[in-house]
């Protein structure tokens, strides 16, 4: 428990700030819908640095890889109209690459949307 309250407390001090060459965390990210389970590994958020998501959709109806849809990565401040980062086409069955910048430090509230089939994951506030 201590860890995992230290390794939240570097990623936001790290994603809510600039930073340079250190290597950042890697956050680790499970939702469910009555849908899709998704499974999401990034870097922590650093202003003006490219981030890389590695989306993993899986149908819950047949247990199977989601093949088809185009996730959508929707980043949401108070200082910043919503960002929206697509990724069109699997990378492998189930696998999506996102790749997302932010503008400006501060906190984002996190969505990823699917539309077939039509989905959300609400994800909270990340830095």
Request: hydrophobic share 40%; proline share 9%.
């Amino acid at each position: 428990m201590k860890q995992g309250a230290i390794i939240g407390l570097m990623a936001a001090t790290l994603a809510c700030s600039h930073v340079h060459d250190e290597e950042l965390p890697s956050i680790a990210v499970t939702n469910w819908t009555d849908k899709l389970e998704l499974f999401m590994e990034y870097e922590a958020l650093v202003v003006d640095r490219e981030t890389r998501f590695a989306v993993h959709l899986t149908e819950l109806a047949n247990s199977a890889p989601l093949s088809r849809g185009a996730p959508v990565l929707e980043l949401t401040s108070n200082h910043s109209p919503p960002l929206r980062f697509e990724a069109p086409m699997p990378s492998r069955p189930g696998i999506f690459r996102v790749v997302a910048t932010v503008p400006k430090p501060g906190r984002y509230r996190m969505r990823l949307e699917v539309f077939d089939p039509v989905d959300r994951h609400e994800l909270g506030d990340r830095c």
